[in-house]
């Protein structure tokens, strides 16, 4: 079960869960158990000076391995300590998130221990809303219910609820629809698709849009799930697919402009390559501060739901210049609610949400944002044609290490594209896109566009 987070992020989780089982068992054994305890407690102190196999030796050596971890090889213990501790980091950083489809649950009958009469629902129906959960009783326990003669009841309930869920979805309401028009500008000008980073919004591109000017049809695409009811899209391909058969509805023949800022940098390289490969014309793609595929940088690695929070945060103090006053180590020690609960109170703090928003508003562009961050993307389509790349300072980075920041995301691009345009932007990766910025932003794009292929602006 889940015993919290700080239960299973110990620096060396497999000795201590080793020790944590020890205690646990001799705990339950009365006075019996206050010798070992104390011996249990005398190895902890030492553990930084023990590796595991010399912990485990300690342990032989003074009894204090129950039966079932005493004849265990030392290997085979190692590794069902390694799974244990795998399991409950797992499964004390999961986030339960809201749905949008049915959830069947399909119940034994039959339920012998205290343990599984608890709830009628088996603890579901206190965390999915009452619409969501069906709940439906099939014969057997357990383990039975999955045999014959049962498994035949089991799998004609299974049927029956699928063939319902799918009549309902087919009288469902309308699925999200990611184009937003921003901009209508003038007829026949070359549109311009956005795609806004991740957990963020295409409000991102109204400064940009100012700053082209009206003659422009601006176009924004709103990602799956910031609204906190979708899922979001955990492929950049998937995304793009998507994205595209969005823009087809809308304007299916002509060439076009794509503009990425940070991930949806990713999502953009997709879709012109995409485009190109269905004969479309991409008359320009613009990769603002994206850092190169691959898995290299800070996206496309493994977050827990905290990391990804705290990641959060900071790009958010970074946005707006202010501090959300969130300590990190005591934010992450904290359950879901009250990691939601600070963020909330940090970004009213700050101005950047109102006081009466609800504190679940956040849910959705956090879950986004974490989707995001621990998306892999390697392209395997390519783009020819040229790419023009928007380059701007951390400013938590000192000139050494933005200049090797920066030489990484270059290089990584170059890997990928044939025709690398470069550009040293003004601000940092998210003033660039506010005024008074955004003004040279929009100059150098609109400038661009009159410059032979392969030559940089700088």
Request: net charge neutral; aromatic share 6%.
């Amino acid at each position: 079960t889940d015993q919290g987070k700080a239960r299973w992020s110990a620096s060396d989780p497999r000795k201590q869960h080793l020790l944590l089982q020890c205690s646990a068992y001799w705990s339950a054994q009365g006075p019996a158990g206050v010798q070992p305890l104390a011996l249990v407690e005398q190895l902890r102190q030492a553990l930084d000076r023990l590796d595991f196999p010399e912990l485990l030796q300690r342990c032989r050596e003074q009894g204090l391995l129950f039966e079932q971890l005493a004849s265990a090889a030392p290997e085979t213990l190692g590794h069902y300590l390694d799974r244990e501790v795998a399991h409950g980091h797992a499964l004390a950083h999961y986030r339960l998130h809201p749905i949008s489809v049915p959830v069947h649950l399909f119940c034994a009958a039959q339920r012998p221990s205290a343990l599984s009469r608890r709830s009628p629902t088996l603890g579901w129906g206190e965390v999915l809303p009452g619409p969501c959960l069906h709940c439906i009783s099939v014969p057997g326990d357990h383990l039975s219910m999955m045999k014959a003669p049962h498994i035949h009841e089991l799998g004609q309930a299974m049927s029956q609820a699928i063939e319902q869920a799918g009549v309902a979805a087919s009288t469902g309401a309308t699925s999200h629809q990611p184009l937003l028009r921003i901009q209508s500008g003038r007829c026949g000008q070359t549109p311009i698709f956005c795609v806004p980073g991740a957990g963020d919004s295409v409000t991102g591109f109204i400064g940009l849009t100012e700053a082209l000017g009206p003659d422009w049809p601006i176009f924004g695409l709103q990602a799956r799930g910031l609204d906190g009811q979708g899922v979001p899209h955990t492929r950049v391909e998937a995304a793009a697919r998507y994205y595209l058969q969005a823009i087809e509805q809308e304007y299916p023949h002509g060439p076009l402009h794509v503009i990425g800022h940070s991930f949806g940098g990713w999502v953009a390289f997709e879709m012109a390559g995409a485009l190109q490969a269905a004969g479309r014309e991409v008359a320009s793609l613009t990769l603002i501060d994206s850092e190169a595929p691959g898995g290299h940088g800070v996206v496309g690695r493994p977050y827990t739901s905290t990391a990804a929070l705290l990641r959060l945060i900071e790009s958010m103090q970074l946005a707006c210049g202010q501090s959300l006053g969130i300590d990190p180590q005591l934010f992450a020690a904290e359950d879901d609610a009250m990691q939601m609960h600070l963020l909330h109170a940090g970004m009213v703090r700050v101005g950047l949400l109102s006081q009466r928003a609800d504190p679940r508003a956040m849910q959705g562009p956090a879950r986004t944002f974490a989707s995001a961050l621990r998306t892999r993307y390697q392209p395997q389509r390519p783009y020819r044609g040229p790419v023009r790349l928007v380059l701007a300072d951390d400013p938590r980075l000192d000139a050494a290490g933005n200049l090797r920041e920066q030489e990484a995301m270059v290089q990584g691009w170059r890997g990928q594209v044939t025709e690398l345009g470069l550009w040293q932007g003004p601000g940092n990766h998210f003033s660039l896109l506010k005024a008074p910025h955004v003004q040279h932003l929009a100059a150098w794009w609109r400038d661009g566009l009159a410059l032979p292929q392969g030559e940089a602006v700088s």
